[in-house]
């Protein structure tokens, strides 16, 4: 079945660099990807998302790569702020469902 | 437009009892899911509801169970708790046909001592 791990479960950055979240999935066939962010005490926050005919897609300070060759996904936040704080996590759709599996998450720390 | 609401936040049981959380979607999507999240094995998917029918199913043992209704409410009961039920139960809903966003309610927190 699928499965999606994280490469880190924790990254510390300087207030101000930027953020590189990884995260690795399993099934070749797997053509829908959201990053989540997730605050203590909240529910899962959509950031962004991403299909598989796309290499890559920007937002608001945030960009999401997608490498299908090695089945990795990266999440790229620009100059980090202490509101970035956070456990993030990569969710993968399972392909022919509306089954997402989840990686572990990583957590933010920004220092200031 | 509003969230996904969940209800109730807090609840706490007692081993053997039951339990039914509700939540209520996104205005317009008509699929929703059900999600556990533990410290030990994170986001687990529970199951999915699509127009009052169950579509999909994850790997949990016959006392979770769930179900949709016809405004797309959806209500997921657990029967004869554990200790190892204590969780935050996530509800998420999508349009669910050909659109695959999925937006998070707050969750419920379940404590079963």
């Known amino acids: 079945g699928e499965s999606v791990g994280l490469h880190l479960p924790t990254l510390s950055v300087q207030e101000g660099d930027n953020s590189i979240i990884n995260c690795a999935y399993s099934n070749s066939a797997s053509d829908y990807f959201i990053w989540y962010k997730q605050e203590s005490g909240k529910g899962p926050q959509f950031i962004i998302d991403?299909?598989?005919?796309?290499d890559k897609r920007q937002g608001q300070r945030v960009t999401v790569l997608l490498n299908k060759t090695v089945k990795h996904l990266s999440l790229q936040i620009a100059a980090t702020q202490p509101g970035d704080s956070a456990v993030y996590f990569c969710a993968v759709l399972v392909s022919g469902t509306y089954k997402y599996i989840f990686g572990t998450g990583t957590r933010l720390k920004v220092l200031a | 437009k509003a969230g996904v609401t969940q209800t109730p936040r807090y609840l706490i049981k007692t081993r053997g009892q039951q339990v039914t959380l509700s939540c209520s979607p996104i205005?317009?999507?008509?699929?929703v899911s059900w999600y556990q999240q533990t410290p030990g094995q994170g986001l687990q998917f529970l199951f999915e509801?699509?127009?009052?029918?169950?579509?999909n199913k994850g790997n949990f043992p016959g006392r979770f169970s769930g179900r949709q209704f016809s405004n797309s409410r959806s209500e997921m009961n657990v029967s004869t708790l554990e200790l190892g039920d204590s969780a935050l139960y996530l509800c998420?809903?999508?349009?669910?046909?050909?659109?695959?966003?999925?937006?998070f309610g707050p969750g419920t927190r379940l404590t079963v001592t």
């Open positions: 509801y699509f127009s009052e029918t169950q579509r």
């Open positions: 991403i299909r598989s005919n796309m």
């Open positions: 205005s317009g999507h008509r699929s």
């Open positions: 998420a809903s999508t349009v669910g046909q050909g659109a695959y966003e999925q937006y």
